[in-house]
């Protein structure tokens, strides 16, 4: 399979616990951007990286969240201290230009 | 002022008609258009993208641009029952240095037999 791949697919935590989620892009993509979407509602920007540079991040970002792309290859987003209001679909996509293409997300059930 | 707005729906079309999808931005320089279908339950898929005024065609697919009001439209021939998903607008802004991409809230369309 050569699309972007998430892991895990779902994610039950309870409130107040650090998560960790992964994202595989595309192998020749240099952009990676991270979303999160939540019912009903359009994906909601949360960072990009061109190759392992973090370029933006979302002035609507809690400090609790923090994505590295080590070497410009697979990235992580970490969530600490979850809040029951973190509960959502979080998406990973990457691109060699503006097309994006999404993967399967992580949905994050914080209980 | 959300960044790009679109009506939420749902949109309900009979088969064989023309679906007509709107999307408005506030960003008056903003240079580039997307738009994605969204299944249920699944992730965003791009099926358009327009730079430029005017009208783009692929298949039974047609994006229309017009920057002076601000409007992106979608259209869709000869709907189908496979066409019912939820359509996402997307733009690029001016004012992100990096290549932020912006989505609506969708609208969701629904093709009835």
């Known amino acids: 399979d050569t699309g972007v791949s998430q892991d895990p697919r779902h994610k039950i935590t309870k409130r107040g616990q650090n998560v960790t989620f992964r994202c595989d892009p595309i192998?020749?993509?240099?952009?990676l951007y991270w979303y999160r979407q939540t019912l009903g509602q359009g994906p909601e920007f949360l960072t990009y990286f061109q190759n392992e540079a973090q370029l933006e991040k979302s002035r609507l970002l809690s400090d609790r969240f923090s994505a590295e792309r080590p070497k410009g290859s697979f990235s992580t987003l970490e969530i600490q201290r979850t809040e029951q209001g973190d509960s959502a679909m979080y998406l990973c996509?990457?691109?060699?230009?503006?097309?994006?293409?999404f993967g399967s997300g992580t949905q994050l059930s914080v209980l | 002022q959300k960044e790009v707005e679109q009506n939420s729906g749902p949109l309900s079309v009979p088969e064989g008609a023309i679906a007509s999808l709107n999307c408005t931005y506030s960003d008056r320089g903003s240079q580039s258009f997307f738009w994605y279908r969204q299944y249920s339950g699944k992730s965003p898929e791009l099926i358009m993208f327009?730079?430029?005024?005017g009208d783009k065609e692929d298949g039974r697919f047609t994006a229309q641009l017009n920057k002076a009001s601000q409007y992106v439209s979608l259209l869709i021939r000869d709907s189908q029952p496979s066409d019912s998903a939820t359509y996402l607008c997307?733009?690029?802004?001016?004012?992100?240095?990096?290549?932020?991409?912006?989505f609506g809230s969708g609208t969701r369309l629904s093709i009835r037999p």
């Open positions: 327009i730079y430029s005024n």
């Open positions: 996509a990457s691109s060699l230009d503006e097309k994006l293409f």
């Open positions: 192998s020749e993509h240099n952009r």
């Open positions: 997307a733009v690029k802004p001016t004012y992100s240095s990096a290549s932020k991409i912006i």
